[in-house]
T-cell receptor, first 113, second 113 residues
C-alpha cells in the first residue's frame, strides 16, 4: 500500500537556525499536507499544497509540492522555541468517493534556546 | 467556539474490558474519522464516516467499532478483541470529500493495564 517516508526522524537545532525536512513516497498524490503536533494534542494543519511545483508560505514556514508529485519539503526559517513539536507530512489521493489521507511517521523537532 | 472535543483526555482500563471514546464536533462537518497514533508512527485510519448512519472501515479496523447516529457525534469503542489497545486516539472531521480540510480533536490517551 501507499507509504510515506519522512527525514530526518528527529532534529535538535539552536534557536535562530533554519530547518529543512522532507517527505517522499513511491506513490503519486493529488495533495500534500503538512501538520504540526504538540505534545498531548491533535495535529494542526500548517500548509496545504494542491499543484505539482507549488511553493507556498505561511509566515516562517515554506513548503513545496514536488514536480514528480511523489515528494514534498517543509522549511522553517529562524526557528524559535515554540516551533518544538512533531511535523507530519500527509499525502491525499482519491479512492472512489473518499479522499484518503496517508500520514508519514513524523519529524520530531527540538529547539535549544 | 467551533471545534472538536474528545473525552476523556486520559483513560485507563483493565484488559478484557470494552471502552468507548467520545468525539463531538460543532463544525457542521459531514465527514468524521478516527485515527490511532503509536510512538514513532504516523496516524493510521481506524474508521471513517461520510454521513449519518454510514461508516466504513479504515486500514486497522479490527477490534474496533463505531456508530454515527448523529452528525455531531462519532464514538469509538475499543473492544476486548483489539490485541494492543494502548495508544493515543485522535478524532477528526472534515467537509465531505475534502480530506485536506480535516480538523483534529485533542486526542484521548488510552492505557490498558
Amino acid at each position: 500500500g501507499q507509504q510515506l517516508n519522512q527525514s530526518p526522524q528527529s532534529m535538535f537545532i539552536q534557536e535562530g537556525e533554519d530547518v529543512s525536512m522532507n517527505c517522499t513516497s513511491s506513490s503519486i498524490f493529488n495533495t500534500w499536507l503538512w501538520y504540526k503536533q504538540e505534545p498531548g494534542e491533535g495535529p494542526v494543519l500548517l500548509i496545504a499544497l494542491y499543484k505539482a511545483g507549488e511553493l507556498t508560505s505561511n509566515g516562517r514556514l515554506t513548503a513545496q509540492f514536488g514536480i514528480t508529485r511523489k515528494d514534498s519539503f517543509l522549511n522553517i526559517s529562524a526557528s524559535i522555541p515554540s516551533d518544538v513539536g512533531i511535523y507530519f507530512c500527509a499525502g491525499q489521493l482519491k479512492e472512489t468517493s473518499y479522499d484518503k489521507v496517508i500520514f508519514g511517521p513524523g519529524t520530531s523537532l527540538s529547539v535549544i534556546p | 467556539d467551533g471545534g472538536i472535543t474528545q473525552s476523556p483526555k486520559y483513560l485507563f482500563r483493565k484488559e478484557g474490558q470494552n471502552v468507548t471514546l467520545s468525539c463531538e464536533q460543532n463544525l457542521n462537518h459531514d465527514a468524521m474519522y478516527w485515527y490511532r497514533q503509536d510512538p514513532g508512527q504516523g496516524l493510521r485510519l481506524i474508521y471513517y464516516s461520510q454521513i449519518v448512519n454510514d461508516f466504513q472501515k479504515g486500514d486497522i479496523a479490527e477490534g474496533y467499532s463505531v456508530s454515527r447516529e448523529k452528525k455531531e457525534s462519532f464514538p469509538l469503542t475499543v473492544t476486548s478483541a483489539q490485541k494492543n489497545p494502548t495508544a493515543f486516539y485522535l478524532c477528526a472531521s472534515s467537509i465531505l470529500a475534502r480530506g485536506d480540510t480535516q480538523y483534529f480533536g485533542p486526542g484521548t490517551r488510552l492505557t490498558v493495564l
